[in-house]
Nanobody, 122 residues
């Protein structure tokens, strides 16, 4: 059963902006820590941004000053706001959660979404 669904990936030009969303499914009552990763072809997976359940944000050095991460608790959704995009930002972006609580009271650890493609043209 899919607990996290990413959306918002698209083809944009250099300098453009995108907002990616990581939405928890209806079976999830509470989303805790969330991370955004990306992986480009031939490259290792890279941690881009983290938002802990206590509200601490950590942005990766390669995107610092351009990307931010934010949460909408009412919608159980975490966003990755990406500005001044560069061709090297092209990758599949994944969100993951260290733990989430389902509506039936069970815990799920290390949940992942299916990914969303971001392509930045030069």
């Amino acid at each position: 059963q899919v607990q996290l669904v990413e959306s918002g990936g698209a083809l944009v030009q250099t300098g453009g902006s995108l907002r990616l969303a990581c939405a928890a499914s209806a079976s999830v009552s509470q989303l805790y820590g969330v991370m955004w990763y990306r992986q480009a072809p031939g490259h290792q997976r890279e941690l881009v941004a983290t938002l802990t359940d206590s509200g601490i944000t950590i942005i990766g050095d390669s995107v610092k000053g351009r990307f931010t991460i934010a949460r909408d608790n009412a919608k159980n959704t975490v966003f990755l706001l990406m500005n001044n995009l560069k061709p090297e930002d092209t990758a599949v972006y994944y969100c993951a959660s260290d733990r989430l609580l389902t509506t039936d009271g069970s815990w799920i650890y290390d949940a992942w979404g299916q990914g969303t493609q971001v392509t930045v043209s030069s």
